[in-house]
């Protein structure tokens, strides 16, 4: 099935190494993005318009910042709602309200169009290696014709239910991403300032009960120096976060574990690190602990 075309609207951090995972897989991709040389850097085909992209391709891929600009670029005169015609599959690899998507993917049943939600796990380095983690919800036979597509870009792909159900399980992942690194950061923090050496702090928290995807995969490299720069943005971050108290209040679950990630990554904002990887949040609360940095060249 190689042979077929993929549209790709939204070739940032993450849609532009999926992107280019698919072309190393000898798959034709039509991409736009607002940056105008973001295609061309990628090494896609570009095209002039979300509206070429949909026209171009039966399936059309997104990756795009929040709810708010997927909303724009479906509902949108000339989006893809407007351009799209039946049969197609767009699929929604954004972190989104999942109430939005359901929505959306609504909408575009009207025309035949199926929307598929599939949350993307594994950051910048998985989408780079082609291993990322998908958690897909929507119709299943539009899945079903998905396969090829995933291929070169997952390494584990899981069905999680209908519209929407990928999309929530990815907010549920990434509270509890949000909530490891805030407070993984403000115990490394505090490690430093007790005059603790960290590595050694972090060889005792990964074979303890304190372990977590922070201190096994981020810390290790931070304390060297290494910022994993490239991966999810502060802003971004306090966007899932955003989204996960949303998708909570509706399910009248109450968040007893919200503020502390809401605060921690609007601090960072707050201090100018909203728009540089999520992991300089550590920063942030350095910052305010007295300048305190966990690597010192
Ligand atoms: P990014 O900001 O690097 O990329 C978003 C891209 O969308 C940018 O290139 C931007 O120019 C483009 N864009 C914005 N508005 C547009 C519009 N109206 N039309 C076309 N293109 C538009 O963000 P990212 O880190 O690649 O994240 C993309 C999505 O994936 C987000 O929803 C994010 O939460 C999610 N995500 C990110 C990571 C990560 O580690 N970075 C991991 C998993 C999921």
């Given at each position: 099935m190689s042979d077929q075309r993929i549209g790709f609207i939204g070739l940032g951090n993450m849609g532009g190494r999926m992107a280019r995972c698919l072309l190393d897989a000898g798959i034709e991709v039509v991409g736009y993005d607002a940056d105008d040389k973001a295609a061309q850097r990628i090494g896609v085909t570009p095209a002039p318009s979300i509206a070429e992209v949909v026209g171009a391709a039966d399936i059309v891929l997104m990756s795009l910042p929040d709810s708010h600009i997927v909303e724009k670029v479906v509902?949108?005169?000339?989006g893809v709602l407007d351009a799209g015609r039946s049969g197609q599959i767009v699929v929604d690899l954004s972190t989104a309200s999942a109430s939005s998507t359901k929505r959306l993917a609504a909408r575009l049943a009207e025309k035949d169009m199926a929307y598929v939600d599939a949350g993307v796990s594994g950051g910048a380095a998985a989408a780079e290696r082609g291993a990322l983690t998908l958690m897909v919800g929507g119709d299943p036979a539009a899945i079903e014709r998905l396969g090829w597509v995933w291929e070169p870009i997952a390494k584990s792909v899981v069905v999680?239910?209908?519209?929407g159900a990928g999309h929530t399980t990815k907010l549920l992942n990434n509270f509890l991403n949000a909530v490891s690194l805030a407070a993984t950061s403000e115990v490394m923090v505090a490690g430093k300032k007790a005059g603790l050496d960290l590595h050694k702090l972090l060889e005792v928290l990964n074979s303890s009960s304190g372990v977590n995807f922070a201190t096994l995969n981020r810390f290790p490299k931070i304390v060297d120096g290494?910022?994993?720069?490239?991966?999810?943005?502060s802003k971004l971050m306090t966007k899932d976060v955003v989204l996960y108290g949303d998708l909570v209040h509706e399910l009248g679950v109450s968040s007893m574990n919200i503020s502390g990630p809401m605060a921690s990554f609007g601090l960072a904002t707050a201090l100018?690190?909203?728009?540089?990887?999520?992991?300089r949040v550590v920063d942030a609360i350095g910052d305010i602990a007295g300048g305190i940095r966990l690597y010192e060249s």
């Open positions: 509902e949108g005169s000339d999680m239910g209908d519209s290494d910022y994993l720069e490239g991966g999810l943005t100018g690190y909203g728009d540089v990887i999520s992991n």
